[in-house]
């Protein structure tokens, strides 16, 4: 209500009508003594998780204390803010049609609008399991699945106890997330929507493990096409044979000699494009994750030139 009449008022004195009043300047003077009005429609829409703000007009003098708002359905809607002012916030809950009624102390008179809340088009849900067990030392993938056509950059993970689990990942705003175990203990590990407010929670138990794996050099890794790139991981209370690679897109990435086996391999680049590989430990299920970005192969292209040149 103060924002729609500030901006009124702004527009107003610069046209040179109206003189500058300090107090009171949101209300409106039509309005009969102690009278509210709407403002705006009468039906408002709002997506599931989002927050709406209503408003009504007051009579000059009128306290605020005078104005209580109620929800017809509060498992559809609920108040994220004072019931007695003349404007109220109000949060979404499930989809659903509800009133919201801002009611008048004074007179008894009331102003209704109806809030329509729709599934939001932008929607992020559980990949697997809400609950997850890994053993500590080894790191692990989550994922959630996105519904709608929107940024990852739009998603954002956290871990409520960095000390039981960790984000091991460069990148926290994508749909999927790199973790780390790192001691016995519970922790939630929550991706966060920031275009409608929902939320994707994991309860992830971290048990104390014997054999773990983790990986030596940067989590990303760069090749060119037909060069290849070697990957390190450590071990401790692990035999090389209870260590086994595999890769995503086998179209993109391939093992050098077939060797997927201990706690090194070399991979080379087939094509361009983004894969990632994988070392998992066979006796805990842990798994440590690389990404191998291949890009052209330059060189070829400049000997190329270069050869062009010579038979010129």
């Known amino acids: 209500m103060k924002r729609l009449f500030a901006l009124a008022l702004a527009t107003a004195v610069a046209a040179g009508s109206l003189a500058v009043v300090p107090a009171e300047a949101y209300t409106d003077s039509s309005l009969g003594a102690n009278k509210i009005g709407r403002v705006g429609?009468?039906?408002?829409?709002?997506?599931?998780?989002?927050?709406?703000?209503?408003?009504?007009?007051?009579?000059?003098?009128?306290?605020?204390?005078?104005?209580?708002?109620?929800?017809?359905?509060?498992?559809?809607?609920?108040?994220?803010?004072?019931?007695?002012?003349?404007?109220?916030?109000?949060?979404?809950?499930?989809?659903?049609?509800?009133?919201?009624?801002?009611?008048?102390?004074?007179?008894?008179?009331?102003?209704?609008?109806?809030?329509?809340?729709?599934?939001?088009?932008?929607?992020?849900?559980?990949?697997?399991?809400?609950?997850?067990?890994?053993?500590?030392?080894?790191?692990?993938?989550?994922?959630?699945?996105?519904?709608?056509?929107?940024?990852?950059?739009?998603?954002?993970?956290?871990?409520?106890?960095?000390?039981?689990?960790?984000?091991?990942?460069?990148?926290?705003?994508?749909?999927?997330?790199?973790?780390?175990?790192?001691?016995?203990?519970?922790?939630?590990?929550t991706c966060k929507n920031s275009l409608t407010g929902g939320k994707i929670v994991y309860n992830v138990t971290v048990k104390k493990g014997n054999g773990t794996i983790s990986r030596l050099g940067s989590a990303s890794r760069t090749v060119e096409v037909g060069d290849d790139v070697e990957l390190n991981v450590k071990k401790s209370g692990l035999n090389n044979s209870q260590i086994k690679w595999s890769v995503s897109d086998s179209s993109i990435l391939r093992f050098e000699d077939g060797d997927n086996v201990g706690t090194e391999v070399e991979v080379s680049g087939k094509r361009t494009g983004t894969a990632k590989v994988y070392a998992k430990n066979t006796v805990t299920g842990g798994k440590v994750t690389f990404t191998i970005n291949v890009v052209p192969d330059y060189d070829d292209d400049w000997d190329d030139d270069y050869d062009d040149e010579w038979d010129d």
């Not at 003098?61 to 104005?67: L, P, Y």
């Not at 998603?155 to 960095?162: P, V």
Request: hydrophobic fraction near 35%; avoid cysteine; charged fraction near 35%.
């Open 41 to 189: 429609a009468a039906t408002k829409t709002v997506y599931k998780g989002g927050e709406l703000d209503l408003e009504v007009r007051k009579a000059p003098g009128m306290s605020d204390r005078n104005i209580k708002w109620s929800i017809g359905n509060t498992n559809i809607l609920r108040f994220d803010d004072d019931r007695y002012d003349d404007e109220v916030e109000v949060r979404a809950l499930k989809a659903g049609t509800t009133k919201v009624t801002a009611k008048n102390l004074v007179t008894g008179g009331k102003i209704v609008y109806t809030v329509k809340v729709k599934a939001p088009k932008q929607t992020i849900s559980r990949v697997g399991n809400k609950a997850r067990t890994v053993t500590a030392g080894n790191e692990f993938e989550l994922r959630v699945k996105k519904g709608g056509n929107f940024s990852d950059s739009n998603l954002y993970w956290t871990t409520s106890n960095k000390n039981v689990v960790r984000i091991a990942d460069d990148d926290r705003y994508d749909d999927e997330i790199e973790l780390r175990a790192v001691k016995a203990g519970t922790a939630k590990i």
